[in-house]
């Protein structure tokens, strides 16, 4: 008797762990295809490494940002599109920034 009585329990826990199983399988799908973008576009960069630094061969141009923080990959690369880009300087001479 107690077996029938338990067993709508049993249905709405297997039914509540399917969904949770579908979700987590759904997350777990999309961060596995960014993670593909992601090397996707590495490659399509053409980065490899070079001894201790990394060549980027590329025929698009790009700009290298090195950075002094030490908390910091040091480096950031930006993608150039084709066309004009323009700089703009946002710090002040009188405060030490350069342009």
Known sequence: MQAL???PQVLAQ???????EKV???EWTEKWRETQKILQE????????SGLGVVLDSDMPHLV????????TGVILYHLQVGIVEHRCYSVPSEGGNC
């Open 5 to 7: 009585e338990a067993q």
């Open 14 to 20: 297997l039914h509540q762990k399917e969904a949770q």
């Open 24 to 26: 987590l399988t759904e």
């Open 42 to 49: 590495q490659k399509a960069l053409g980065l490899r490494k």
């Open 65 to 72: 940002g090195i950075d002094d923080d030490v908390l910091s």
